[in-house]
């Protein structure tokens, strides 16, 4: 049984910054590719950023600038700090990991639950 959990969303006001970390957990051989999506209420789900398991990284124009994904291999934690936040960034946030289990043998997406963010003066 494999779990993504998100920590750290909140709401926060504009310019302000908040931390969310994803860990993964369970019979995992290897990572891939290690991501945050959002979606806002009434949007579809939106890739914010990606980062692959040596490090580069990519973004969404939206979010260039303000927001630096990271990740620690040993720990099977991806990172998404979030600085100069705006109200567009409201939304429900989700980490994904693209992992190999034990006894599989091929790499699955997987998902976390989610966290809120609400940015609101």
């Known amino acids: 049984q494999l779990q993504l959990v998100e920590t750290g969303g909140g709401a926060v006001q504009p310019g302000g910054s908040l931390r969310l970390t994803c860990a993964a957990s369970?019979?995992?051989?290897?990572?891939?590719?290690m991501g945050w999506y959002r979606q806002a209420p009434g949007k579809q789900r939106e890739l914010v950023a990606q980062?692959?398991?040596?490090?580069?990284?990519n973004y969404a124009d939206s979010v260039k600038g303000r927001f630096t994904i990271s990740r620690d291999n040993a720990k099977n934690t991806v990172y998404l700090q979030m600085n100069s936040l705006k109200p567009e960034d409201t939304a429900v946030y989700y980490c994904?990991?693209?992992?190999?289990?034990?006894?599989?043998?091929?790499?699955?997406?997987?998902w976390g639950q989610g966290t809120q963010v609400t940015v609101s003066s």
């Open positions: 980062i692959t398991s040596g490090g580069s990284a």
């Open positions: 369970g019979s995992i051989f290897s990572i891939n590719n």
């Open positions: 994904t990991a693209r992992c190999l289990t034990y006894g599989s043998g091929w790499f699955d997406d997987y």
